[in-house]
């Protein structure tokens, strides 16, 4: 089923491979080069035509400093403050359902389990309105405070998915073991079933991260404006009354793009563990 | 001399009387939501909130800027649910849904005002919608061929009159392996602008704003004529090759590099150009030339706009402040080249001395006697609208499917006014 491994075949495949893939990858990472591209260079780039060749001047200083100056700053201030709060209250909750619904034999288990998956076999869009509209009677349009509740509502279900899978792996005889001791069941679950958790814990934080920071579909149907709006919403921001600004909006990109990219890097191996958790039993 | 001593007298008088209401100092709260998002005119908006806000100390302000796109599809969200008292948005039939709604607030009355009745005059048609006014104007722009006359120049071509010397400007300009007009139609309405034009010289304006009310069949033999006209520019191969794959911004190297002649669109587009290079030398404005003779010369000048909300809470502060945006001394300098660089809509204020912008202000108030129509995606239905300009970018690269376009098009017409 796997490919064959390259060291395996002849001299002359492999040099086409070695010749190709660099080929592909810069085919592959064409559009990102070119935001990067642009993200240093001048306005009047754009507008000459001036779209692959050699920057006629290099701005990356000015155009990065309009980015700063700009409303961005606050715009992924903003983001952090949506995001944070939404991964803690999330995974507190799917920790706790996930424990509850792995541990505990109970009528109706089953049933408030698959509750919890149904959501998301629900196409979020189909909720646009009713959840602008509860919103807004909860007073909680255009606040933080809305997107994030909103947000650790609807991506609980999927935690509680990963976690009660998770602990339901666990070796029972650990929980077993506790009850002969007569620990508390809040200390089972503090002292031996969430240490266990960690490694599914770095992982679902590492996805729900991404995942809400690059949400811009419930940024801009329950926020406006720069009090409230993430950096995904903010980022056109740049374009002027009449025209994009593509210089500004590649530099924003980046910059806009950092977050998850540097939590990427720095937490690569629990998000590949993360993308495969729940996968494998 | 003489005019300009007038304006500034006329101008002083109006904001004495302007400013003895707003120096009552209001009191209370005074919601805006604007869609003025880009660095400029943000800026040139927020210190014009910032002058209103020192003649009324008393008076607590927030202001709420949103992206402008975003703006377009919030704006019916934040009118019904978390209503602004005064809000940025556009003339003519762009208001018809807000109105029909009953989200705008009725501001007959600021019109009846004599100070507005009289220096405003020119954009009453364009606020108007079932007889009453419903917002003030703050800015406009003017439309025409931004044109290259370095290239002009150097082919012995001028400025053509009427749509023969057009044509013949553009017969040449092809001889010297160039393309008469650039335009980018991959979002549509710069196609548009070309309609407008060839169909107000045509059949003149009356004509134009019956038909966007929906009472010319587009199956017309009138609508035939009109892109009959447009046709005679297509066929000659005017317009650069693949535009339906550029947007308008990438339309703009062929003028820069001169590759096209000019291009038809509004003042905006002066600005990048400007960016690229081209020096005031080099690029001239002229207004679209004359096709029917006898038919008046009628322009369109896209009108930005304030709004009262109708569910705002604090109208009497709102009505305040509309009556301070558009007044002479507020209007000169928000519209001056520091700030939003176009033309003032009170007919005392100053214009800017940037050359286009005084070239847009001379044809609008001199040369447009047909009147000033707002640009056909806001005079149109929006759904009117979207079928027709697809229409136009098909017939701008297959001019012989021309029946089958307009019968589409006329379905999409029928079903729309059919009541």
């Given at each position: ?281 | ?351 800017s001395d940037d050359k286009f912008v005084q070239q847009g202000f001379e044809m609008l108030s001199s040369n447009s006697p047909g009147g000033v129509a ?46």
């Amino acid at each position: 089923m796997f490919p064959k491994p390259i060291e395996k075949s002849s001299r002359a495949w492999q040099l086409s491979y070695q010749a190709l893939l660099p080929l592909a990858m810069l085919l592959w990472l064409a559009p990102l080069l070119a935001v990067a591209l642009f993200s240093i260079r001048p306005d009047a780039d754009f507008i000459t035509g001036n779209y692959w060749g050699w920057p006629s001047s290099f701005e990356m200083i000015k155009n990065y400093s309009m980015v700063f100056t700009s409303a961005m700053p606050r715009y992924i201030l903003n983001s952090f403050l949506i995001t944070i709060p939404t991964v803690i209250g999330a995974l507190t909750l799917s920790c706790m359902t996930g424990f509850a619904l792995g541990i505990y034999k109970f009528r109706g288990n089953l049933l408030i389990f698959f509750m919890f998956i149904a959501g998301n076999f629900v196409p979020f869009q189909i909720l646009m309105v009713p959840v602008r509209d509860l919103t807004l009677d909860m007073g909680l349009y255009n606040t933080k405070t809305g997107l994030v509740l909103f947000h650790i509502a609807f991506q609980t279900g999927f935690c509680t998915l990963f976690m009660r899978n998770f602990i339901k792996a666990l070796p029972f005889e650990l929980i077993e073991a506790a009850r002969v001791e007569g620990i508390a069941e809040w200390r089972i679950f503090w002292y031996v079933v969430l240490p266990l958790m960690k490694p599914a814990i770095a992982a679902l934080s590492v996805l729900i991260f991404t995942f809400i920071w690059n949400d811009y579909f419930w940024a801009i149907v329950l926020t406006q404006g720069e009090n409230s709006q993430p950096v995904t919403a903010g980022i056109t921001s740049f374009n002027a009354q009449y025209r994009a600004m593509y210089h500004l909006m590649s530099a924003g990109s980046i910059i806009a793009a950092l977050p998850p990219v540097l939590m990427f890097f720095l937490m690569q191996k629990h998000f590949i563990a993360g993308l495969t958790l729940g996968a494998v039993k | 001399m003489q005019t300009t001593l007038k304006a500034t007298i006329a101008s002083l008088a109006t904001a004495v009387v302007l400013a003895s209401p707003a120096s009552a100092d209001l009191t209370g709260n005074l919601r805006i939501n604007l869609d003025t998002s880009n660095p400029a005119p943000r800026a040139t908006m927020e210190a014009m909130i910032s002058r209103f806000q020192a003649l009324n100390p008393e008076l607590n302000i927030t202001t709420n800027v949103i992206d402008r796109e975003a703006y377009k599809t919030q704006i019916r969200n934040f009118l019904s649910a978390d209503a602004p008292d005064v809000l940025t948005w556009y003339a003519a039939n762009r208001m018809t849904p807000y109105v029909d709604a009953g989200l705008f607030e009725d501001v007959s009355d600021l019109w009846a005002e004599p100070a507005i009745a009289a220096s405003l005059a020119s954009t009453k048609g364009a606020l108007t919608l079932n007889g009453k006014q419903w917002g003030v104007p703050y800015t406009y722009y003017q439309i025409g061929v931004y044109y290259r006359k370095d290239i002009y120049d150097e082919l012995g071509l001028s400025e053509p009159k009427d749509f023969s010397e057009m044509l013949a400007n553009c017969e040449a300009m092809l001889a010297s392996g160039r393309k008469c007009y650039t335009i980018g139609t991959k979002w549509l309405w710069t196609a548009a602008a070309w309609f407008d034009y060839i169909s107000m010289r045509t059949h003149g304006y009356d004509y134009q704003m019956s038909f966007a009310r929906g009472d010319v069949k587009w199956t017309d033999p009138s609508v035939y004529e009109t892109f009959e006209n447009w046709g005679k520019l297509v066929r000659m191969g005017a317009f650069v090759d693949d535009h339906q794959n550029k947007d308008w911004q990438q339309s703009l190297p062929f003028v820069v590099n001169g590759e096209a002649g000019g291009i038809l669109l509004g003042n905006f587009t002066v600005a990048p150009l400007r960016t690229a290079g081209l020096t005031d030398d080099q690029l001239d404005f002229h207004q679209f030339p004359a096709i029917k003779p006898g038919i008046a010369m009628a322009e369109a000048a896209p009108t930005d706009t304030f709004h009262i909300a109708a569910n705002g809470q604090n109208k009497d502060n709102a009505r305040a402040f509309l009556r301070y945006l558009v007044s002479p001394a507020e209007q000169t300098i928000i519209n001056n080249g520091d700030n939003l660089g176009q033309i003032p809509i009170n007919s005392a204020s100053g214009v800017s001395d940037d050359k286009f912008v005084q070239q847009g202000f001379e044809m609008l108030s001199s040369n447009s006697p047909g009147g000033v129509a707002q640009f056909f995606d806001r005079d149109f239905p929006a759904e009117m609208a979207k079928a027709a300009m697809e229409g136009m970018q098909e017939f701008m690269l297959f001019p012989d499917n021309l029946d089958d376009i307009l019968e589409r098009i006329e379905s999409v017409r029928q079903d729309l006014y059919q009541e």
